[in-house]
């Protein structure tokens, strides 16, 4: 899609990577309408973004946040969803409350399902739409550590497949971009010393903002972002016992990275 056409609803606008989003999106002349939960942060971001830039502090794990966004969303005459609001979740299982569990797979998976099932007959009637889903590596990695982030990025890049399978005969594309670790506020001291140990290299959130960039103005409806993760993800998906191998030479490390927190 043109971006210079685009008038975008970016959620998690307020975070790292949406405040780089905002930046690049808005210099590609994309239009922008910015949600998140911290108000003052979505200001300063939709100042800085300039040109056509409105926001709309909401908190989109409640019903009601979900209806104001779409609503917001349907008077920008918003063409593009860009669903990138998430929680992170290292952490092992066992530990995590349930409460917690619920927060991850609610923000990260059940959020993007119902702004995009909300928003959806708007965008159809659309002449040229797209959703754009941000996932993340583990949506197809699905790592030690992270149940239930990976389990809510895996059904985020299963929503993503069969919506664009369903809407394949419409005008809105279905977008699904897996970013690697980024340094966003997303990650702990903890995730950044597993990263460390793990030699696991971490993205600054303006490069990756200038690949999604890139994939869209490319309408490239599926992809990883860096390497090895790309091929880890393949062979994942064609072997996975290779990978249970490979995370299982590091669970100790993961293990102590988890506790120790
Ligand atoms: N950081 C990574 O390593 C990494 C790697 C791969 C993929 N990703 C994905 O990239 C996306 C952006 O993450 P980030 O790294 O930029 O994280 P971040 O800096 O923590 O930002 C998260 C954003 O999501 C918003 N958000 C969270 N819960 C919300 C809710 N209930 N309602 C509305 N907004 C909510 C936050 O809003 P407030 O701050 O205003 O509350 C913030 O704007 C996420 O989908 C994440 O899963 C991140």
């Known amino acids: 899609m043109q971006l210079n056409h685009a008038r975008i609803l970016l959620t998690g606008a307020s975070g790292g990577l949406g ?33 056509v830039c409105g926001r709309l502090p909401s908190d989109l794990a409640t019903a009601e946040g979900i209806a104001d966004a779409a609503a917001a969303a349907r008077r920008f005459g918003a063409n593009m969803l860009i669903n990138n609001a998430g929680v992170g979740g290292f952490g092992l299982l066992e530990s995590q409350d349930s409460a917690a569990v619920e927060r991850i797979l609610t923000t990260n998976l059940l959020v993007p399902v119902r702004l995009t099932h909300a928003l959806l007959p708007w965008l159809k009637q659309q002449p040229a739409a797209a959703v754009v889903n941000i996932g993340s590596a583990f949506g197809s990695i699905p790592f030690a550590g992270f149940a239930a982030y990976s389990s809510a990025k895996a059904g985020l890049r299963g929503f993503s497949q069969a919506l664009r399978r369903e809407l394949a005969d419409s005008s809105v594309r279905v977008i699904h971009i897996a970013p690697r670790a980024i340094d966003t506020p997303l990650n702990t001291e903890a995730v950044k010393r597993l990263n460390a140990a793990l030699k696991n290299a971490s993205d600054s959130p303006a490069t990756v903002a200038a690949w999604i960039v890139e994939k869209l103005r490319n309408d490239v409806a599926e992809s990883h972002l860096g390497f090895p993760e790309r091929l880890f993800a393949w062979i994942n998906g064609v072997a996975p016992s290779l990978i249970d191998r490979g995370l299982g030479e590091k669970l100790a490390t993961i293990k102590h990275h988890a506790i120790n927190q």
């Not at 210099?27 to 979505?42: E, I, P, Q, V, W």
């Open 19 to 51: 405040e780089a989003l905002a930046g690049q999106l808005s210099a590609a002349g994309a239009a922008l309408l910015l949600t998140g939960r911290n108000a003052d942060k979505l200001a300063a971001i939709a100042l800085a973004a300039g040109a």
